[in-house]
């Protein structure tokens, strides 16, 4: 008999990984979209610079990560095998949810939705409370003090 996990986040993060949660805000953008807000030339421009940096973000350290051969699956921190601290993760300590984040940004901008835009903090807190609590917790267990030491010198976004 397959026993259950108590942690009710448990089945709350297999029905909302990061991008689920991430395509949801982006479609609370698209759905709350206001001409008034866009400033044509200027929200297309700012959007595509975000959106770009962002993306870089998420490229350059899903590329780490599978160089340095450790899970990127956030449903499965228990499986990392290598705290890796250079690159983004200079800079972060969870680039591709900042490089997330940034996205559904430019969403925001370049659809006009100040809902949104306004939206950014609460799509961060749900990560953080759904996964990267998550996801530090395992890792803390995992490379104990080399983790604490790299916690302490770099925040959790920027």
């Known amino acids: 008999m397959m026993k259950r996990n108590p942690d009710p986040l448990v089945r709350i ?4 990984p990061p991008p689920v949660i991430l395509l949801i805000f982006m479609a609370g953008d698209l759905l709350t979209t206001n001409p008034h807000f866009v400033i044509a030339s200027v929200s297309r421009l700012l959007s595509l610079a975000i959106a770009t940096v962002s993306l870089c973000f998420i490229l350059f350290t899903a590329w780490q990560m599978h160089s340095h051969k450790t899970t990127l699956n956030p449903l ?4 990392t095998t290598t705290l890796v601290t250079r690159g ?3 800079l972060s300590r ?3 949810y900042l490089g997330m984040s940034g996205l559904q940004l430019a969403t ?3 659809c006009g ?3 949104g835009a306004m939206a950014l903090p609460i799509f ?5 409370r759904l996964h990267i609590d998550f996801e530090e917790a395992q890792l803390r267990l995992r490379f104990g003090q080399d983790w604490d030491r790299y916690a302490q010198r ?5």
């Open 13 to 16: 993060r297999r029905w909302l």
């Open 124 to 128: 961060m807190l749900a990560v953080a």
């Open 108 to 110: 925001a901008i370049y």
């Open 94 to 96: 969870n680039p591709i």
């Open 113 to 115: 939705s100040l809902p």
């Open 76 to 79: 499965h921190a228990d499986r």
């Open 88 to 90: 983004c993760y200079r």
């Open 154 to 158: 770099v925040r959790r976004w920027l």
